[in-house]
């Protein structure tokens, strides 16, 4: 599938986070933060609570193939939390990111949310520069997030 360009029509759906195949890509998303950070820095919240409540696990889909996926964690607050960003490795840099953060986005606004923000490892430049482009900026620890983490990187959007 690395033959798709930014140009490729990408489907954003629901999906339940239990699927087959989201599971594959939330391990491989899970073995790399394993690999990059210490336990007690991987913050990963799992997949049953994401597929609760107001909180939404979306796929993205390039003729009909599952390569990507993201979550949003909506709490009491004015906020959601984006969770569980991956592309599949084979068609990273075509848009597939971009393209999951515009549906959490818009899920966000019909929601009436604030902001979203989110907890990434400062081992991750290029994700951390993803959001960037995306509007998202740093700012202090949130939620059940440790302040003193020294591998965590917090970042938020206003909406």
């Known amino acids: 599938m690395s033959n798709i360009s930014e140009n490729t029509p ?87 990111a971009k393209a999951i953060l515009n549906r959490l986005e818009r899920e966000c606004r019909l929601l009436g949310l604030a902001s979203m923000k989110l907890e990434t490892g400062i081992h991750q430049p290029d994700g951390i520069a993803l959001f960037e482009r995306f509007g998202f900026r740093q700012c202090e620890a949130f939620g059940r997030y440790p302040a003193d983490d020294a591998y965590s990187y917090f970042m938020t959007k206003t909406l």
């Open 10 to 96: 990408v489907t954003i759906e629901p999906i339940d986070p239990r699927d087959a195949t989201v599971t594959q890509m939330v391990k491989a998303l899970d073995d790399l933060m394993e690999e990059l950070y210490p336990a007690e820095s991987n913050h990963l919240t799992p997949l049953e609570e994401l597929g609760t409540g107001a909180n939404r696990f979306f796929v993205a889909k390039v003729d009909g193939e599952k390569l990507g996926c993201g979550a949003i964690l909506v709490g009491k607050d004015t906020y959601a939390e984006v969770k569980r960003i991956y592309v599949d490795p084979s068609v990273r840099g075509k848009g597939l």
